[in-house]
């Protein structure tokens, strides 16, 4: 269950020994993979520290092959995609909206066909000719049949594609490996206009020298990303498909700008022709991802080894949304059939244009960008022949950065040039960025006995930047012991009814800090448009930070069983825990006077 109120209760994603944020796994192509171990409990944080809390998903990428030939492969897939489902539609009732007379009729109170509405509460359908929408100001008129068409949601609807390509090379031998990979996918997307795309290369290698062994991994991933936003009005692509008519063909509407099909002379007076929200409100992201890490190890003799790792994550994450200029005429505004259309809500005849550009340098998405350095000795020996006994010494150092600037502007002067430099009163613009440091030792010395009955003790000391430098250290231990007592006991030895049984209990102590940088203490906001115009002023937030926060610890004990059946063809798990978190972090919203 969830340990922390408001902080995370999410597994840290550790890709070759090394933490990344858990949006980073999808940069990664799928076929680079080599294996994936689950770390639980107190064991992933005391290799990973407090971000571990929650246990590790532990991710090994490809390094290369061992049987010295070259390896060649290449994959290629095409997938059609169309939407699942649709709400069920009703196809035989037209245009209405509850409006009074004279669209009741007077004799039998049903409801005449609105042609300006989009519910579609009126008189069945019976193939006469009707007119859709106001005529225009130039007097033609739209008209269609006052029949069902089919399901008009389904014909907005592109059938997406993706094709994928996959291309990898490995060769190598009992002290060399090397593996290169490239990945293309092209996406093209079920709504109109929509696509994506991602280029992904990794290079891994590994050589040995002797007592020496060295390895790196190097990935960059390209994504692109283009889609809609939403209508002029603020309203949604879903809501403006959903509510068009079974009678009006939507395809008809494909050109936003064309006669019939603009914002002046839509017949709907109170939805958004879809295709101008595909065609004229678009976001465009892009990010670029880079994925490195360099492990060199020393093994001088058996019971002793060395590792230094050094690893850097970061990206590029950029954003730009657009909106084109919308003018309406006067006649459209007029509201030639006294609806209150679209336009009567814009007097001025004028949406002017709006374009929003944002960068971060993060992890490549609105996360931040991590460099890491590991230091870990590692010695191992056998005591009296039965006694296996591993220690574990090490340190970590890693830091955490974003920075994010922003510009945007709903006052564009120009039609179709989406730049700041154009615009009429002021920039909306914003800068922030932060920054985390955190530094850690640990221990684990793990004894086993005839490979029956171990035992493990683990200590962990951090010291986290986002906290007061009183409170910023803090130390989690923990204790766990298994037995397994179909191996001990020569009477269970070989049963065949029962051939595995282990008992397993553990204590631990764990620290986790669930706060941003720079959240201890109260901190002031700009303020625009004070005292007046466009001179600026500072308040302070409504939040009441606390300089005095701890981590939060989760003390937990736990035992539990294993056994096995027929060969394991059963297999029963049993686990009983007890949790207790204190120092929880939570959040106090204040009045700012």
Do not use: C
């Amino acid at each position: 269950g969830n340990r922390s109120i408001n902080g995370s209760n999410t597994a840290l994603v550790v890709l070759d020994g090394v933490p990344v944020p858990s949006s980073t796994l999808a940069s990664i192509n799928p076929n680079d993979i080599e294996s994936v171990n689950v770390l639980k409990g107190a064991s992933a944080a005391a290799l990973y520290g407090s971000e571990a809390s929650n246990g590790a998903l532990i991710v090994t990428t490809k390094k290369g092959t061992s049987g010295g030939k070259p390896v060649i492969k290449y994959a290629n897939s095409f997938q059609a995609q169309q939407v699942s489902y649709f709400p069920e539609f009703q196809s035989s009732f037209g245009q209405y909206g509850g409006e009074p007379a004279p669209d009741l009729d007077p004799l039998t109170g049903f409801s005449k066909y609105v042609p300006y509405e989009n519910q579609l509460y009126g008189p069945a359908y019976d193939g006469s000719t009707v007119n859709l929408g106001p005529p225009l100001e130039d007097g033609s008129q739209l008209t269609g049949i006052y029949s069902s068409l089919g399901n008009q949601q389904k014909r907005f609807f592109n059938t997406g594609r993706i094709m994928q390509n996959d291309f990898s090379f490995s060769q190598g031998d009992k002290d060399n490996a090397f593996f290169f990979s490239y990945q293309n996918v092209d996406n093209k997307g079920v709504v109109p206009n929509d696509a994506s795309s991602r280029n992904a290369v990794r290079l891994g290698a590994s050589k040995r020298f002797g007592i020496f062994n060295a390895d790196f991994s190097l990935g960059y991933t390209n994504t692109n990303i283009k889609t809609y936003i939403g209508g002029y009005d603020g309203s949604n692509l879903y809501t403006n498909v959903m509510q068009w008519p079974a009678n009006v063909d939507i395809r008809a509407f494909k050109d936003p700008n064309g006669k019939f099909s603009n914002p002046n002379d839509f017949y709907d007076a109170y939805a958004i022709n879809p295709y101008w929200i595909t065609e004229n409100s678009r976001r465009n992201l892009k990010r670029d991802v880079i994925l490195g890490n360099l492990s060199l190890n020393l093994k001088p003799t058996e019971w002793f080894d060395a590792t230094y790792r050094i690893a850097q994550n970061f990206g590029i994450y950029q954003r730009r949304d657009t909106n084109q200029e919308v003018t309406f005429s006067q006649y459209a505004i007029a509201d030639p059939m006294g609806a209150g259309n679209r336009p009567s809500n814009y007097p001025s005849g004028k949406i002017p244009g709006a374009v929003l550009d944002q960068t971060q340098f993060g992890d490549g998405g609105t996360g931040y960008s991590r460099l890491q350095q590991d230091l870990l000795t590692n010695f191992h020996h056998t005591f009296f022949n039965d006694f296996k006994a591993n220690l574990l010494v090490g340190a970590t150092v890693w830091q955490q950065r974003y920075k994010q600037l922003n510009a945007s502007s709903s006052s564009l002067l120009i039609p179709d040039y989406y730049n700041v430099n154009a615009i009429g009163g002021v920039v909306a613009a914003g800068e922030t960025e932060g920054m985390i440091r955190q530094q850690g030792v640990y221990g684990s010395l793990s004894v086993g006995y005839k490979d029956f009955a171990f035992i493990e003790v683990t200590g962990r000391n951090d010291w986290d930047s986002r906290l007061a430098k009183a409170n910023r250290s803090f130390f989690y231990p923990s204790v766990k012991g298994s037995f397994i007592f179909t191996d001990a006991i020569d009477a269970l030895k070989n049963n065949k009814v029962i051939n595995y049984g282990k008992l397993r209990a553990a204590y631990s102590k764990v620290g986790q800090v669930n706060i941003g940088p720079y959240s201890i203490n109260n901190t002031f906001g700009v303020t625009g448009g004070f005292p007046y115009g466009s001179l600026g002023a500072l308040s302070i937030g409504s939040t009441n930070n606390n300089p005095n926060l701890k981590p939060e610890i989760v003390t937990e004990f736990e035992v539990g069983t294993e056994l096995g059946f027929f060969d394991s063809r059963i297999n029963l798990g049993a686990t009983y825990f007890d949790q207790h978190s204190r120092d929880q972090t939570l959040s106090v919203q204040t009045t700012p006077s």
